[in-house]
């Protein structure tokens, strides 16, 4: 019913910055919070940010100042603007959303890679 779609990731030498946009399509979108997610190979994924109603915002400690998370409520989309990017960076990132009316959706991921 709900489809999620990223887009942004790719290629970048420690230190640069990319943008992630995540784009929810589909009937009835009614969605509470969204968030975005990573996982590297051989690591649990975890939770990067979330944002919820009113812009309320919570960050891993590992990207707190460095990454920004935001949402265009009429739009349905979130972002996360990555800068100052690190190796440990690396990984692959997911959104998330979660309905107001209860399911949680996922997106395909898309890759970033932190690298010289």
């Known amino acids: 019913q709900v489809q999620l779609v990223e887009s942004g990731g790719g290629l970048v030498q420690p230190g640069g910055s990319l943008r992630l946009s995540c784009a929810a399509s589909?009937?009835?979108?009614?969605?509470?919070?969204m968030g975005w997610y990573r996982q590297a190979p051989g690591k649990q994924r975890e939770l990067v940010a979330v944002?919820?109603?009113?812009?309320?915002?919570n960050y891993a400690d590992s990207v707190k100042g460095r990454f920004t998370i935001s949402r265009d409520y009429a739009k349905n989309t979130v972002y996360l603007q990555m800068n100052s990017l690190k190796s440990e960076d690396t990984a692959v990132y997911y959104c998330?959303?979660?309905?107001?009316?209860?399911?949680?959706?996922w997106g395909q991921g898309t890759q970033v890679t932190v690298s010289s």
């Open positions: 589909g009937s009835r979108i009614s969605i509470n919070t």
């Open positions: 944002i919820i109603s009113y812009g309320l915002t």
């Open positions: 998330n959303a979660e309905m107001n009316w209860g399911p949680e959706y």
